[in-house]
């Protein structure tokens, strides 16, 4: 049974996350609807990005299963086997960006406890602004998602983090409401519709 080494398992771990995380924001955004009376829904571009997001794990993960078909076991020499980086051959994205052969860079190495925190703050903002979307409304839920992560995985202070959060949010609202006509999720708690957010 050939093993994984534990770059290519992690490719194999985040192509299908790709695949799962893109089939749930394309469903998502299909349930906000595709079109409406002034052009393309709220719907329109999250469905085409989870998609899209989607079919790119789906494409990585026949990277994956024909690099792996096509790996071809070191051969013997003398009493012990030629010690070949399994990498090499792979045909593997992540692993080639990783392969610093002909480079003088340092090897890269993967995050520390600190960067796993940074990521798993990261996930956590998109996960729960997909949840509290419907609940509190685009403007709200953008806030708030760009202010944990700027404070959190930035460490930029919080007043700062606050304002540009605020000011992103307020920018992108322009862009897609104003001049794209795209109608965004409203919040579904009568204060903050009553707002207008």
């Known amino acids: 049974m050939q093993t994984l080494n534990a770059p290519v398992a992690l490719e194999w771990t985040v192509a299908a996350a ?13 349930g906000y609807g595709l079109a409406n009376t002034s052009g393309v829904g709220a719907g329109f571009f999250p469905t085409v990005a989870g998609s899209m997001v989607a079919l790119a794990g789906v ?28 990498h090499h051959d792979s045909g593997s ?8 052969d002909n480079s003088e860079e340092p090897e890269a190495d993967f995050p520390d406890r600190q960067g796993w925190a940074r990521v798993g703050i990261i996930i956590a903002a998109i996960l729960l602004a997909a949840l509290l979307l419907p609940l509190l409304g685009y403007t709200v839920v953008m806030t708030l998602m760009l202010g944990a992560i700027l404070h959190f995985v930035s460490k930029r202070k919080l007043w700062l983090a606050v304002m540009v959060a605020i000011g992103a949010a307020l920018a992108s609202r322009l862009v897609f409401e104003v001049w794209l006509g795209t109608a965004l999720p409203t919040a579904s708690i009568e204060f903050l519709a009553g707002l207008g957010l």
């Open 59 to 86: 494409l990585w993960i026949l990277q994956l299963a024909a690099a792996r078909k096509a790996a071809v076991p070191a051969a013997p020499v003398g009493d012990t086997l030629e010690s070949v980086p399994p």
């Open 18 to 30: 790709a695949i799962g995380g893109g089939l749930a924001i394309a469903g998502v955004g299909a």
């Open 93 to 100: 994205a992540l692993v080639s960006l990783l392969d610093d």
